[in-house]
């Protein structure tokens, strides 16, 4: 049935302002929503984006403190030097820093104000969270040549960094448990370091290996080396207001979300998004083409009328990870120093999650502190969170002997569900294969981004758009 047929029987058409038409609709403006829009704007396509927020970006988000004018980015920090980054960024005469070619502060040292926060050296101590002891970590020694055969083993499964296009059958490799990959080809001299960088993957071990190998990836073993990108004054979020101004408010809705889809039975062979906004009451819009960039999930999914393809694929996620992030200020402790979370009896001494996986200050605003706090599973509530980190933070000042404070949240943000996961046999079964064909899908009108489509990294989002989704499309 036709929605606006729907909305007159249900006696709800008076409620719809206007109907919106555009060649696309695209749901969800993060990462990969904001650059598909650029992307297809480009192509000389029209488009509207619908978000809950009242931003562009997503996990990206840069905190300004109000008394300094000095930025934090909470979310997104680093990019990988690939094309199209440089790209997105010269589009809006963004200015990029080399996170390699600059002075750090030795630590110890005051931070340098004029840098983005992100480049804060602070002394490492390894801490038990659960009590405040400290940890004597197991040492590693041979960290370089393990991320050699790291380096060999990822070099095997490249296409990875594409999306989800995997051999048939999908090599063992890529499901078996990450703890045993890293086992089986001898890199567990560096899995601390991959650990550190892998936050809000949960149980690292655990997971099967393609979700490990595309989050810290073949790429940035290369960037390790060759230099991150950040915007040059730490304010990852200007991307995407530039790209807000380039598609133009009259494209997109803020604090939007899906009430009802039509997209399988229309009249005139356009999808049907009807849309309920926060100040404009309930939108009908109508697209040739539609993208979903949002975490498919099926309680994100309310409203939709699925396809079976896409009921029979989103209905496989059986689990997701929990991730937090925020700053704090008022924990008085001494800013030259990080507390990393840490577990004496664990393998690898990784910390006992759910946890605070480091407290560290931000270094250019006055006792303020980064919260990057991580699960294994989505069942935490956002307060439980709050609550948790600040007995954490307290577990810390006694240790240390510092005053115990009930520190101030100056932004809290919840990423959760973060990471949404299959299971090893629907892996080999062929869920990547049944992912990935749902593309085109409704005879070439439904198109899918994002996280779920490829990986947690901005850089390989916007490739993906590039690559794979937008070349699609134009078919
Ligand atoms: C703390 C943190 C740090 C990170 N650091 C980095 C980093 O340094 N470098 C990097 O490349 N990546 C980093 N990532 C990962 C990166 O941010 C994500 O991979 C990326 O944002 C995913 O893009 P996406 O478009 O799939 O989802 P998102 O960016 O999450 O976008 C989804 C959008 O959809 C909206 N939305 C969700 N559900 C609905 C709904 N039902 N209705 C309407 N709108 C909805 C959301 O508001 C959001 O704007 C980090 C992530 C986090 C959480
Ligand atoms: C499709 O729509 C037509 C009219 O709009 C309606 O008669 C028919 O029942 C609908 N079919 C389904 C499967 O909803
Ligand atoms: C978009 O339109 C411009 C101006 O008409 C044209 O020069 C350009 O080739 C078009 N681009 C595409 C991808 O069609
Ligand atoms: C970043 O700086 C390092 C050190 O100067 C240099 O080797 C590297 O090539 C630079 N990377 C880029 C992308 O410019
Ligand atoms: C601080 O950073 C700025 C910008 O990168 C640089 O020009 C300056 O030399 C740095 N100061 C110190 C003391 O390192
Ligand atoms: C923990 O380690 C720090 C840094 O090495 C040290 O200053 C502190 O005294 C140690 N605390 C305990 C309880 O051993
Ligand atoms: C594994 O790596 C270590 C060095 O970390 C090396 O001594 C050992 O020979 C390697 N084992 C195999 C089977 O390659
Ligand atoms: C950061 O970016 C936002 C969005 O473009 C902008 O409003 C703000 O002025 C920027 N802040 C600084 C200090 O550059
Ligand atoms: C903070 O820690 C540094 C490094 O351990 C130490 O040199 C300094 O004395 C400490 N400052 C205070 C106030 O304790």
Redo the contacts with the bound molecule.
């Keep these: 049935m036709h929605l606006s047929q729907l909305l007159v029987i249900t006696g709800f058409a008076h409620l719809v302002a206007e109907e919106l038409r555009r060649d696309v609709c695209i749901v969800g403006g993060g990462a990969s929503g904001t650059h598909a829009a650029v992307s297809l704007i480009d192509q000389n396509k029209t488009v509207i984006v619908i978000d809950r927020e009242d931003r562009l970006g997503g996990n990206t988000h840069t905190w300004t403190d109000p008394h300094t004018g000095r930025l934090v980015d909470i979310g997104v920090v680093v990019f990988q030097?690939k094309q199209v980054v440089f790209d997105f960024f010269s589009k809006f005469d963004l200015p990029l820093l080399?996170l390699?070619?600059i002075q750090w502060n030795e630590p110890g040292q005051p931070a340098n104000i004029s840098q983005p926060a992100a480049i804060y050296n602070t002394l490492r101590i390894d801490t038990d969270f659960r009590d405040g002891s400290n940890v004597t970590r197991t040492a590693w020694p041979d960290v370089g040549a393990a991320l050699g055969r790291m380096a060999e083993a990822l070099a095997q499964y490249d296409y990875v960094l594409e999306g989800y296009e995997l051999p048939d059958p999908v090599p063992e490799d890529l499901y078996m448990p990450f703890g045993a990959f890293v086992d089986k080809y001898n890199f567990s001299d560096a899995f601390p370091l991959v650990y550190q960088v892998s936050q809000g993957m949960g149980d690292l071990l655990h997971v099967p290996t393609i979700f490990a190998i595309k989050y810290f990836n073949l790429g940035d073993l290369q960037a390790l080396s060759?230099?991150y990108?950040t915007h040059a004054r730490g304010n990852n979020s200007d991307i995407y207001a530039k790209a807000g101004e380039f598609i133009g408010s009259e494209n997109i809705l803020f604090r939007s979300s899906v009430v009802a889809t039509n997209r399988k039975n229309t009249t005139d062979g356009r999808l049907e998004f009807l849309i309920s906004t926060r100040d404009e009451g309930l939108k009908l819009l109508s697209c040739k083409q539609a993208v979903l960039a949002v975490p498919p999930h099926l309680a994100n999914l309310r409203g939709w009328d699925l396809t079976d393809e896409e009921h029979g694929v989103f209905s496989q996620y059986i689990t997701s990870n929990g991730y937090w992030t925020g700053l704090v200020k008022g924990v008085g402790m001494n800013q030259t120093v990080s507390h990393y979370n840490a577990a004496g009896e664990t393998p690898y001494n990784i910390p006992v999650l759910p946890a605070l996986y480091a407290l560290a200050p931000v270094g250019t605003i006055d006792d303020v502190w980064w919260i990057k706090f991580g699960a294994n599973n989505p069942t935490l509530t956002d307060g439980q969170v709050q609550d948790y980190v600040v007995r954490q933070i307290q577990t810390l000042q006694r240790a240390v002997n510092a005053p115990v404070t009930e520190p101030e949240w100056l932004i809290f943000q919840s990423h959760t569900p973060f990471h949404l996961q299959a299971s090893p046999q629907a892996i080999k079964n062929g869920f990547f294969r049944d992912l990935t064909a749902l593309q085109g899908g409704l005879g070439g009108k439904m198109f899918y981004t994002g996280a779920a489509f490829h990986t947690h990294y901005s850089t390989y989002l916007w490739q993906y758009n590039r690559d794979v989704l937008i070349p699609k499309m134009s078919r």
């Design positions: 030097p080399n390699s070619s060759q230099g990108l």
